[in-house]
């Protein structure tokens, strides 16, 4: 079965590792948020890219969730002497991604070609393909002024309050080469336990992809990042209360609403069972909480097999 | 006492060493041969910059004479698994020299102001030029074809034959901004015991400055690196007699003869003195063979004492 995953960073790659041990990785096609890519030290840097691939390789820092395991910081220790940002934190094996895609893509390649480079060069048999190859930054609109996301992240630890979220440049992208066809042809459409915000909406703002998504919504089901009100990963929570949301299941849903007829959520959220239903798609009540590997494998298990029953609205 | 000294990398970084030891660096300028200078990985590399900055800030791998002490490889390791070449051994520490100069070079700072940048970070208190800004790769023809010469050096470990040298673009490179202005008013030029072919050559072929120490010959001193007829370091003396030179102190005496008036060798090459005196130079005999930090010391005052006592033509 030909399935296609849209995913940002650690909280997808979490599903997707579970996914690519229970089903043939060779039919899976994973479209990933570029909105978090910025340049670094002159180095195109491509977090989700690198964290999606770096986990299925098997090289994942698995405390961390992203850079490589056993990773050392020299030069960037050393990048800091000559007065370089080192608040983002780039590994000497990881270096050697960026240096690579930034050579490929001065000498013309598309990040496409880099991404599938690097994911050969790891040995990773499922397919990874960024949403565009046209940078779309993700800005985010503060009391201090425009930040990059990776600044507001990473740098000043999510602690700005979020007034706006903007993709740079989205009007012009393009859905990177392949990514229109796999999600037509996809069996199963699968959206991550990822931030809708700021990891899927950047996705679903390249033209052309969300329409197609629409056409295909029966066959597309979304796994909830938000559980019990919190967070899985990452600044969701705080993002979507200070932008007005609920924090909520229900809240997640309703974004996905035109795109997506199965919505998962996790047992704690039984209650919020009526709402998504009310909003014409079907709520399906799954552990989506991952710690081990074997509660990644379940869930994989799981979608698999809302997608095999006919449970999602799939024909 | 405004010393200059013209350099290549290992050799002439021992005698530097002992130079910035024994003598106030701030007044020691330091020109150095950019002609081994290579772009791989996308990223500037310029070797023999960096020996000479590394060795003066103390950080050099003193087994090798190049690159950091204590380095690790893992971003290199990493590059060769996406097929990049690793036949350039580039530690974690020392990427990161390379990505500052490439990031301050793609945003428009010349070579010069990168090495400014770079020496200044690391501590060190000479001034380090670049002989140009503008790239004069040295080509080394061979049967085989013409390599670039780290190509030659690094991975073909100076096996293929020498059939000549060439210095690409060398006749539109101008010399860095201080190189001419620090030759007119040094006290004391001093010609490092580096390889007269391939790393005080392509000093010397950037237009202006042979003419310039033409000028300043009285003033010119240069330590030979041909000891009993063999090489302190590198393939010095093969190349000679690839050429078709003399493997000889007299030899390189002759390469230097229009600007330089004091030639110093080696004990062992004593018997060389009268062909040197034929040339209108001043044969000089000191023991030149540095190994511990003393041999550099001693060889450093020894030549700061041959200016002083006007042993030397200068007025």
Not at 258 to 268: H, L
Request: glycine letters at 8%; one cysteine or more.
């Amino acid at each position: 079965m030909e399935i296609v995953a849209l995913a940002g960073g650690v909280g997808a790659s979490k599903f997707l590792l579970g996914l690519s041990r229970v089903t043939d990785p060779r039919e899976l096609t994973i479209i990933v948020n570029t909105g978090d890519d910025i340049v670094l030290h002159g180095l195109a840097i491509s977090p989700d890219l690198d964290i999606v691939t770096y986990t299925l390789a098997g090289v994942v820092n698995s405390e961390t969730g992203w850079g490589f395991t056993g990773e050392t910081f020299h030069a960037l220790e050393q990048l800091a002497r000559f007065g370089s940002p080192s608040w983002f934190h780039l590994g000497d094996r990881d270096l050697a991604t960026h240096i690579h895609r930034t050579a490929m893509m001065r000498s013309g390649a598309s990040l496409s070609k880099a991404a599938e480079s690097i994911r050969q060069a790891l040995g990773v048999q499922a397919k990874i393909l960024p949403m565009s190859d046209q940078p779309v930054p993700t800005m985010i609109q503060t009391p201090e002024g425009r930040l990059n996301f990776q600044e507001y992240l990473v740098q000043r630890r999510a602690e700005p309050e979020v007034l706006g979220i903007s993709f740079e440049g989205v009007e012009q992208a393009r859905p990177a080469r392949g990514v229109l066809e796999s999600l037509e042809h996809a069996a199963a459409i699968v959206i991550c336990p990822s931030n809708p915000l700021i990891s899927i909406g950047p996705i679903l703002a390249v033209p052309g992809i969300r329409e197609k998504l629409r056409k295909r919504r029966n066959n597309v089901l979304a796994i909830c990042p938000i559980v019990g009100g919190k967070s899985l990963k990452g600044p969701s929570d705080r993002m979507l209360a200070q932008l007005g949301f609920d924090v909520s299941a229900g809240s997640v849903a309703r974004m996905y609403q035109d795109i997506c007829a199965t919505f998962v959520i996790d047992p704690v959220d039984a209650g919020e069972t009526q709402a998504i239903e009310q909003l014409g798609m079907k709520a399906i009540i799954r552990k989506t909480v991952m710690n081990a590997l074997k509660d990644k494998e379940q869930l994989a298990r799981d979608v698999l097999e809302l997608f095999a029953s006919k449970a999602t609205g799939a024909a």
